[in-house]
């Protein structure tokens, strides 16, 4: 997916590509876990639509639910789903990142290898 250290740094133009391509991957991973965060909230808890994405939105942000939890069934689909969310979470930030730090270490890479020549 990513250039050998011994390849010359990519254009830019490259590089937003590469970006928007983990944008993408990542929108790809948040929509569907909204997805079943809202399922979740409206069937298991009753809540209306709206309030389901509010509170599955919340979560999955990581800043916790809005509406108070009624049922256990709900209590138990939160707690699974904050869990996932959790992870889910750090597994956006890595895609994202990735590309970005991947660039900075190749380009630390040739600076260095451009000093041990000259």
Known sequence: MFEHRTSPLLPR???????GKSLLISFGLLV?????????YHF???LPWLDAFVNAAMILS??????????????????????????????????????IG???????????EEKKKS
């Open 13 to 19: 133009k490259v590089f937003y590509r590469r970006m």
């Open 32 to 40: 569907p876990a909204l997805g079943i965060g809202m399922i979740g």
């Open 44 to 46: 298991i808890e009753h």
């Open 62 to 99: 990581g800043m916790g639910p809005l509406a108070p939890l009624e049922t256990p069934a709900g209590k138990f689909f939160a707690g699974c789903y904050a869990l996932f969310s959790g992870l889910l979470f750090i597994t956006v930030a890595g895609i994202i990142l990735a590309p």
């Open 102 to 112: 991947h660039r900075l270490l190749h380009k630390f890479h040739l600076e260095a």
